[in-house]
């Protein structure tokens, strides 16, 4: 029997048993297995397909460890198509024209201790590799749950918004391309950022108002307007992140009340509001749970996770079910049954659209969205906490 | 600390001994910036419905007064706490693991102790500087507003104005009686 030369290294490292015990299998199977080229490194297509959802891994034992998760919902066997990493209550963002992930992080120079660093990394696509980073001055970014609405982008994507809280209210207004911090703007008594017309925001504010922002070329402050009474914050107050249709954002409130806001002008319009409408078994009654509680399809559905044991308290406990809801008509659509609990939905723009679902135990589960057939259980392969699903596309 | 670090500490412990239980939230609310909760997993508890102290030997005080197991999270002082409760890792219910920096901004709470009946002032201090100590995770949102309303949120991490803002876990500490109670 001839030996090959990688054979014989094997051999002296005595981890291997002597050819002579296989001697019968080698007969088999004339030929050794091919050497394999290492190291190897997999990539990523640029552009993610539609079926691919990014998913925030708050990773709550391990928040300095948090990560971004990019995920094949078509998959069952490898659904994990890479990681990247996402620390200390980060925020992340998706350019698809750019073909680059934003990652809003905090660090610290001795993990836990030492001096404090904000930055804004840049991240390719299709490697997962950092091409630059910009620091964010101050240590003020917001750390709190994954919520969408602290890190936007503003300026055809050029740049972004990140949301500051010590606990004063600012935003930092960031030149993406220019990898530049362009200046501040003092925002005391509203949070989170809802990209507004073609350079500004909205937030909301603590009065129950929404202020709508437009920059001028140098990221400064060139209007702004309040819209007074937008939201009863004790009485209907509305899930912090909402369902985009178009520039359309639709939020939901603790009680099922939905509330679309047209955000393609410079000041944010009301548009109209509608209800989730009811359905039997309620105990008490169904309310909107969970922590992504709302999502639209391409056709300007509204798809809303309740739960049937809504009291005061539940709105992040989860849920069982998805009302699908056509906020042109006002109308429920259909329910879908998520078969156990729910604690993030978001719907695919594929030809066909799909409802991914995140699990309390992590577990992703896809089904059709415009059935509500379940189509497929990917397990806990993914994430630790998945809080936050956006789709690629 | 900063100023209002302080202002919140002095304001917090004033309106622990001196206001109504159902005064007391609404004045915090209205005259501090963003005191409030602590960081913590939403969907915690539809995870795990009874929160911390499953499956672990009970934790408690030694004085029928102060009833209860301090690692579960229907112990009566975490009415409105979320996070890792310090007593299972390493702290107590009103100090901090070693190696950690307790918070100086903290959201009040409060709840009843059902062996005297009393409603008690209760400060949620985070603890800060080391990693999370992922033990016995509770949450509840009994009150809880969106974060537009940052005082009555506990989204937010509170490990403000320590030297890191790592979050460890969080204490349930007794800073006072409600006044319409201890009468």
Known sequence: MRLTHASIALGLMSLTPSTGAFAAESAQFAKPLPDEEIPSVQSLPAQYPKDWVLIQDFHFNALIDGRLAIVDTKSPDLPLKGTLRATQFANVLYSRT??????????YSRLTRGERTDAITIWNTATLQPKGEIILPGGKRQQSVTYTGVFQFTNAEKWALVANFTPAQSVTVVDLDGRKVLGEIDLPGCTHIYPTGSRGFSSLCADGSMISITLDEQGSVASSK???????????????????????????????????????????????????????????????????????????????????????????????????????????????????????????????????????????????????????????????????????? | ?????????????????????????????????????????????????????????????????????????????????????????????????????????????????????????????????????????????????????????????????TESSVYNCSVAAIVGVALEDAQ
């Open chain 1, 98 to 107: 750019k073909n680059e992930i934003y990652t809003s992080e905090t660090f």
């Open chain 2, 1 to 161: 600390m900063s100023g209002i670090d302080k202002l919140t500490e002095t304001l917090s412990r004033r309106l622990a001994k001196g206001t109504s239980r159902r005064s007391s939230l609404a004045w915090l609310g209205g005259l501090v910036t963003g005191t409030a909760a602590l960081p913590l997993l939403p969907v915690a508890r539809a995870a795990t419905p009874h929160g911390g102290g499953t499956g672990r030997p009970p934790i408690t005080s030694g004085t029928p007064q102060d009833p209860g197991d301090r690692a579960s999270c229907d112990y009566w002082r975490y009415c409105a706490i979320d996070g890792f409760l310090c007593s299972c890792c390493g702290g107590t219910v009103n100090s901090c693991p070693p190696g950690t920096e307790m918070s100086p901004i903290t959201w009040i709470g409060t709840c009843t102790n059902p062996a005297d009946g009393r409603a008690y002032v209760i400060s949620y201090n985070d603890c800060c500087g080391a990693s999370s100590c992922g033990q016995c995770l509770c949450n509840r949102n009994e009150g809880d507003r969106p974060q537009v309303r940052p005082q009555s949120n506990n989204d937010y991490n509170w490990c403000l104005g």
């Open chain 1, 226 to 393: 309040t819209i007074a009474s937008v939201q009863d914050i004790d009485k209907q107050p509305l899930f912090g992140m909402p369902a985009m249709v178009g520039r359309t954002a639709w939020f939901v409130s603790y009680y099922g009340e939905l509330r679309g806001f047209d955000l393609s002008g410079n000041v944010a319009r009301p548009t109209g509001s509608a209800n989730v409408g009811t359905a039997p078994g309620g105990d008490p009654q169904w309310r909107p749970g969970g922590w992504q509680v709302i999502s639209s399809d391409a056709k300007g559905l509204l798809y809303v996770l309740m739960s049937p044991h809504g009291r005061e308290g539940s709105h992040k406990d989860g849920g069982t079910q998805v009302w699908v809801i056509d906020p042109a008509t006002g109308t429920q659509v259909r329910r879908i049954d998520l078969e156990g609990m729910a604690t993030s939905i978001a719907v695919t723009r594929e030809d066909q659209p799909q409802l991914v679902i995140a699990r309390p135990d992590g577990a992703i589960a896809v089904f059709d969205a415009a059935t509500g057939k379940p189509l497929r259980d990917l397990g806990a392969t993914v994430a630790f906490n998945p809080l936050v699903i956006m789709p690629a596309q």
